[in-house]
């Protein structure tokens, strides 16, 4: 089984700050990119940030220049941080994995999600 756990969400004021975590744990034998999505009230999940094992990174226009993906490979952690945070900024923030883990003897390339993590902007 593997787990993806996510903290640091909250209410922010806009122009604030926040960071997130999120670290994967269980039978992982690598993990290929991770990623954060959101989902507004009423609206589609879409895209924030993604990063590959290699560092390649991807951003939706919406966050460029005010988010920052960024992973620790030894803890199978990655992180977002969000600056210059708006109110259009608020939605549930989920943590995503594309990763090889065991099921038995087997390797499986399979794709996980988090609990997910509010995050509001509001003053």
């Known amino acids: 089984q593997v787990q993806l756990v996510e903290s640091g969400g909250g209410l922010v004021q806009p122009g604030g700050s926040l960071r997130l975590s999120c670290a994967a744990s269980?039978?992982?034998?690598?993990?290929?990119?991770m990623g954060w999505y959101r989902q507004a009230p009423g609206k589609q999940r879409e895209l924030v940030a993604t990063?590959?094992?290699?560092?390649?990174?991807n951003y939706a226009d919406s966050v460029k220049g005010r988010f920052t993906i960024s992973r620790d490979n030894a803890k199978n952690t990655v992180y977002l941080q969000m600056n210059s945070l708006k109110p259009e900024d608020t939605a549930v923030y989920c943590c995503?994995?594309?990763?090889?883990?065991?099921?038995?003897?087997?390797?499986?390339?399979?794709?996980?999600w988090g609990q997910g993590t509010q995050v509001t902007v509001s003053s």
């Open positions: 995503n994995a594309d990763l090889w883990g065991y099921r038995g003897y087997a390797r499986v390339r399979a794709e996980y």
């Open positions: 269980g039978m992982i034998f690598s993990i290929n990119a």
């Open positions: 990063m590959a094992s290699g560092g390649n990174t």
